[in-house]
């Protein structure tokens, strides 16, 4: 499972830099209408979901969880379909899906970290994004009632802390890809 994430390293680099992105809009344009808000968060989920994919079909077939990371693609980008489909759809509906995919997420993440720990060190940064992902569903479930502004800033802070660990974990992974590579002696 190593190779997979370290060879894929700047697609984790990538999904991180898509939730900052995405963290930061939802500070600057607290004011965001709920309509924006399904567009914003769909494309976002689909990205991230095609990232995952894209990890996951690259991964070699002899590591065992390979499609964890297809699952979580797939669960991503369905996520962002259902969004740009429905646009009419209620907030309450929007809160739910965001809640579920959080969840969902933050569980592959776990179980993922959870088979890295034995490869690599800075899986902790994984478990870390995982539980923050499982927390935020959670709060989103616990209180559907909440107002479009604090769920804009609640969406926008998980965002960067998720894309800010994802990151992290990416660059992790980088220089353990390149120690993997570097101690390979090329040809002359």
């Not at 924006?36 to 991230?48: K, N, R, S, T």
């Not at 969880?65 to 969004?83: H, Q, T």
């Not at 909440?146 to 990416?170: E, H, Q």
Request: proline share 3%.
């Amino acid at each position: 499972m190593s190779i997979a994430f370290t060879t894929n390293w700047w697609a984790l680099v990538i999904r991180g830099l898509a939730a900052i992105f995405f963290g930061i809009l939802a500070f600057v344009w607290p004011g965001i209408t709920v309509a924006a808000l399904i567009l914003v968060f769909g494309a976002y989920a689909i990205v991230d979901g095609i990232f995952a994919i894209i990890a996951g079909v690259r991964a070699p077939k002899s590591l065992k969880r390979w499609w964890l990371l297809l699952i979580e693609g797939v669960v991503g980008v369905a996520a962002g379909v259902v969004a740009f489909a429905m646009p009419g759809i209620t907030a309450l509906l929007l809160l739910f899906i965001i809640a579920c995919w959080a969840i969902l997420t933050g569980v592959i993440e776990i179980v993922a970290a959870i088979q890295l720990r034995r490869e690599i060190t800075g899986e902790w940064l994984m478990v870390i994004s995982g539980v923050a992902s499982i927390i935020f569903g959670g709060l989103l479930l616990y209180d559907p009632g909440a107002g479009a502004l604090a769920l804009v800033w609640i969406i926008g802070a998980y965002a960067i802390f998720f894309g800010v660990l994802l990151m992290a974990l990416g660059f992790k992974l980088r220089s353990v890809d390149h120690g993997f590579h570097g101690a390979t002696p090329h040809p002359a």
